[in-house]
């Protein structure tokens, strides 16, 4: 497993290499394909390129400033201070002060904020909360939490993403986004001048296009990642990200706790892994990844379908539907689930609609900190209250707890890859699997 | 700070002591024994349980039997007593290890149920040293450091590190180089995304010019020696200095100027370098090709830069941003060939081996996926037109970010990002056969 977490890894390290070292040109015109609307995460390419956090995954997972240069706790983590980078503006010039970012962060939560009160004072954020929030920094680096800005000071909303990353939004147009480098951006100005972000582009198109030169920069699923490497494509793979799990409703018969641990003894992940996702990615039943946690092996992930059906007790349980997010190699895991779970006397009916008894999902671990990354899924899952507490052995224990309760059985942890064009440099995936565009340059066309 | 970073923070600091200390050798998994055993004790109180101790990490087997045994005292210390093979109570440890580290975790198994305890500690495996290399050109490291560092000027006991937003002030002790004085550069946004920056020392006394877009600094020690250095920054468009000696801040003189033929270098001693400066473009990563004096002849943008001294007079090589290596002479531009396999640095070095100077130049190494990158340096005469290799390619383990010729002529510095994402500044010299 290490083994194979390590090759991801230098490949995520490594890009494309074979050339003399150069340092990075400017310039040029990058086009970016993705099957996403580039909006919802955990795709979300433009916000990744338009807006910044407070903090950001930095070099080997770890936590790194963003638009607050430091940060520290008080008060056993219920006070917090963030203290912003000067000089930044968004992209439209206005300068980024505090007050910008608590109504962005605000909006961004909801009125279910992790925080009770969120202040300025000067350039300084002090969230405070009743309860210890040591997790704080490392959630600040969610999607969810990216600044933009909220008000134009007319009285209304200002368009989509004005925020102050490396690049900035020019417009829209049927569905491709182009942006511009940011000259301004705090981080230095990006090396490509500019970027398409051509939106809800098949998978199948996306490879046509990167093939004969109109794409440089495409999705390849995991299932697809071995016909990528057989078609000698550049692929940048990460570790894994995403969590493929299959959510379990408490609502009628399932209210039944037996039922749904039977349903999760009765799931063949071997059947999933090797045959749906072409052995990409690790077999799981742990929310963590291995690489994150290091305990993962003490949740066992065997099939026993003997045990399942001594759960049921022989009383055949009423037919129950089966979801799934996006499509092809979801719909094909969700009808071999479906399989399997008549396999244990369990009638499932497969179905496109989100509102099912059972939903297959692949939920983005958000951070490459066990504890921020626990509770990002448990979050996702509907469990929105924090850690208690963030040493080792109470993170485990969390994670057990939940899983106890079978309303989430993991399946595997999958990565991302892309697939890149020959004149992309210096390309590199985060550790949430997104790429750094900002970071990338293009080779000069002699 | 997230206790459990404290506790892998605590653990790693006390197996670098460990490791470090000239005191008799600690143990590095002394803590994390103890931690662990702690917490098993705190579920299993005082009593008799069987040890089984598993290794899924990259620690040698070798390493087990002193975990073990430490284990053992721990948890002795703690009122368990391990090993003694009683079958309702077993502690089940498995050495794991995640992207960041080990992790070791206890399964406490009492009949039916299983509590589980987990420590978390730092991974050594990442501290290997290069292999030794055995090539003319060698490299000898002055420091390391985990932040960017663009040059380095070693003044004699005291080591200037030029950093992006910081000109930090080292002092030489026992134990190495200590951060004695870190002074932030003027906030500035519009920084290149590849930063470069120059450091020279100054031409009259201790001290140091700085150079970085957009801004020039000055330093030299205060003048009570416990006051530290006294450093100071302006917003500055002026071109840079190609030269590695002092310079004097008067500006250049206008227009073109005959550059008269020097005397041919005696061996080992650098002759005078012609100061031309060049122009540095703040937003980019490069020269804008404007060089002061004018040697006469348009130049494009370019990255590096070396003045040659040649009978005719000076001539100047530059790599330019699409990749040539152009040769700059008596009012012409001219290719270099046999440089196909330049990467964008390169700094000129007096080594009074064959033409008594070189080029040394940075390239791409063996870097493949599956491999980290690997980047070279190797040093190249110019005979006319032509480069040819004259060593042997350096190895690097990691990316050359900088490469300067120190202030000697002799040497130049390597600034290396290694595998462990440390930035490492080397002194690198040639080595006649």
Known sequence: ?446 | MRLSRLVRTVAATLALVALCSDAPAQSPWQQPASDLASQIASILGRGTARLIIRNLSSLSVDEIPAIRKLLEQDLRALGVVANSAPKDTVVRVTLSETAHGFTWVAEVIQSDDTQVAVVDLPSSKNSQTPAPVQFMLRREALITTREPVLDALDLEGTMILLAPAEIDVETHSQTGWIKAQTTPNPARLQLARDPRGMLLPLVRGPGFDAWLAGLHCTGSPAQAPAAGWTIECQASDDPWPLTSTPVNSEPAPAGPVPIPPPSPPPAQTPPPLTQIRVFYDAARNYFTGVVSPSLGVDLPPFYSAAVLERSTGAALVINSIDGKVLLAANGKLIPVNGTSDWGSDFALIYSGCGDGEQIIVSGAGNSSPGNSPADTLRAFQITGSDATAASSPLVIDGTVTALWTAPDSKSVLAVIRNSQNQYEVDRVTALCD
């Not at chain 1, 056993?76 to 201070?81: A, K, L």
């Not at chain 1, 504890?371 to 899952?381: Q, T, Y």
Request: charged content about 20%.
């Open chain 1, 1 to 446: 497993m290490l083994r194979r977490s390590a090759i991801s890894f230098f490949l995520v390290l490594v890009g494309i290499c074979g050339w003399a070292r150069t340092r990075p040109h400017y310039g040029g015109t990058l086009r970016v394909e993705v099957d996403g609307d580039g909006i919802t995460s955990p795709d979300a390419t433009l916000f990744h390129l338009v807006l910044d956090g407070l903090t950001r995954d930095g070099i080997n997972g770890q936590l790194a400033p963003a638009l607050a240069t430091d940060w520290k706790s008080t008060d056993g983590d219920r006070r917090w201070e963030f203290t912003l980078r000067e000089g930044v503006t968004f992209h439209n010039g206005y300068p980024l002060t505090a007050d910008r970012v608590i109504a962005s962060l605000t909006q961004d939560c909801g009125g279910a904020c992790e925080w009770s009160s969120l202040k300025a004072q000067g350039s300084t954020l002090i969230f405070t909360s009743d309860a210890p929030m040591p997790e704080l920094p490392w959630l600040l680096v969610e999607d969810r939490f990216l600044v933009r800005l909220m008000d134009t000071g007319e009285g209304k909303e200002p368009p989509c993403c004005i925020g102050t990353g490396p690049y900035q939004l020019a417009g829209e147009r049927s569905g491709t986004f182009t942006l511009t480098a940011n000259e301004n951006y705090w981080g230095g100005q990006p090396y490509i001048d500019r970027l398409e972000l051509v939106t809800k582009r098949s998978v199948r198109d996306q490879w046509l296009d990167l093939s004969v030169g109109r794409a440089d920069v495409v999705e390849v699923p995991p299932e697809e990642l071995r016909l990528a490497q057989q078609q000698r494509m550049t692929v940048l793979s990460s570790p894994p990200v995403d969590l493929l799990a299959l959510e379990i409703s408490t609502d009628g018969a399932l209210a039944n706790q037996p039922l749904r641990a039977a349903i999760s003894l009765a799931i063949d992940r071997g059947a999933l892994f090797n045959v749906i996702f072409q052995k990409q990615g690790e077999i799981t039943a742990s929310i963590l990844p291995q690489e994150v946690s290091g305990y993962a092996f003490l949740f066992p992930a065997e099939r026993d379908l003997g045990k399942a059906q001594q759960l049921l007790g022989g009383v055949k349980p009423p037919k129950l539907s089966l979801g799934y997010e996006g499509g092809g190699s979801m719909q094909l895991a969700a009808q071999r689930i479906a399989l399997n779970l008549h396999e244990a006397g369990i009638d499932v009916q497969v179905t496109s609609a989100l509102h099912a008894d059972l939903l297959l999902r692949s939920i983005p671990l958000a951070s490459a900190d066990p504890a921020a990354a626990l509770e990002s899924v448990l979050g996702a899952a509907g469990e929105a209250t924090p850690l208690a507490a963030t040493l080792p052995t109470a993170v485990y224990r969390a994670e057990h707890d939940f899983l106890d309760r079978k309303t989430l059985v993991p399946l595997l942890d999958l990565p991302r890859a892309y697939a890149v064009g020959a004149r992309v440099r210096d390309l590199t995936l985060g550790s949430n699997g997104t790429p750094d565009l900002a970071n990338a340059w293009l080779e000069v066309t002699q």
